[in-house]
Every structure is written in structure tokens, then in C-alpha cells.
């Protein structure tokens, strides 16, 4: 590899404020869905991630399932909105079903079809400071 190539590499490594670890968006029948991930933080300070949008959503939101063992939404009462999520310096966000969830609203207004098992998904995360971060996570059935 050419140096050039190398250090516009590095480059892209380095700006980048959020590194995805694992990431899924659930894929259903409905209009609702909610998406997952693990983030790591490189960076020694806190990453505030103030807001959230993808292609196949009108909306997404921040929420945090307040009930053990609910993740699927029958009971909304179980989960609530959250304004911000925070990456720790160098550590780990998740993510992941009974904690944080991304929900995905409109999806039938956004897509033609419903989402298909293993079609990629756009998120793109709005950090508090002004930048974002764009992360590719599959549609699974789980
Ligand atoms: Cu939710």
C-alpha cells in the first residue's frame, strides 16, 4: 500500500469519535422497530450522543426499557426516552435488549417494503459539539 493511502487511513481512524463493536436493527412486521450496538469510546473524554436518524425511519429516539426483561414493546409503559446516551472515555456503551434501544418510527411510510433479513441499515448518531458518526448494521430476526 502506498504511503499516501496509509496515513488517509490513519486518518479516518483517528477522526473517528465512536467505533462500532456489534450493532443489529430488529427486523418486524409493524411500523415500530428498535435498533442495537455496542459503541466504544477511543478518546479520553465522554462522548454525548444528543441525537439519532436513519433513511428507513421518520423518527428515532433514545429509550431505556425500565422493566426487567421487556424488549419488545407490547407494554410501553416499560420503557422510557432518554435525551442523550454517553459513551464513557475509553469504554463501552450498550446498547442491548432490557437496557438502551434505538427506536425506529414510520417504517412503513419510508420503506416500500418491509425490512428484509440481512439488508444494511444506516444509523447516523448527532455527538454533542456538532459531529456525527455514520455506522452500516443488519436487519436480523432476534
Ligand atoms: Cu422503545
Redesign the pocket.
Request: aromatic fraction near 0%; avoid cysteine.
Given at each position: 500500500m502506498r504511503w499516501t493511502a496509509l496515513l488517509v487511513l490513519m486518518g479516518v481512524a483517528l477522526a473517528q469519535p465512536l467505533r462500532l463493536e456489534q450493532g443489529w436493527v430488529r427486523r418486524v412486521p409493524g411500523d415500530v422497530t428498535?435498533a442495537y450496538m455496542v459503541l466504544y469510546n477511543p478518546g479520553d473524554r465522554p462522548v454525548r450522543i444528543v441525537g439519532a436518524s436513519s433513511p428507513i425511519a421518520s423518527r428515532v429516539?433514545f429509550?431505556q426499557?425500565t422493566r426487567g426483561g421487556h424488549d419488545h414493546?407490547a407494554d410501553l409503559s416499560a420503557?422510557r426516552r432518554v435525551a442523550a446516551l454517553v459513551v464513557p472515555a475509553r469504554g463501552r456503551l450498550e446498547v442491548l435488549p432490557g437496557g438502551y434501544?434505538l427506536?425506529l418510527y414510520g417504517l412503513r411510510e419510508k420503506n416500500p417494503r418491509p425490512l428484509q433479513e440481512g439488508q444494511r441499515v444506516a444509523i447516523t448518531l448527532r455527538l454533542e459539539g456538532g459531529g456525527s458518526v455514520t455506522f452500516s448494521l443488519p436487519v436480523e430476526t432476534r
Open positions: 428498535a429516539e429509550h426499557t414493546h420503557m434501544h427506536m
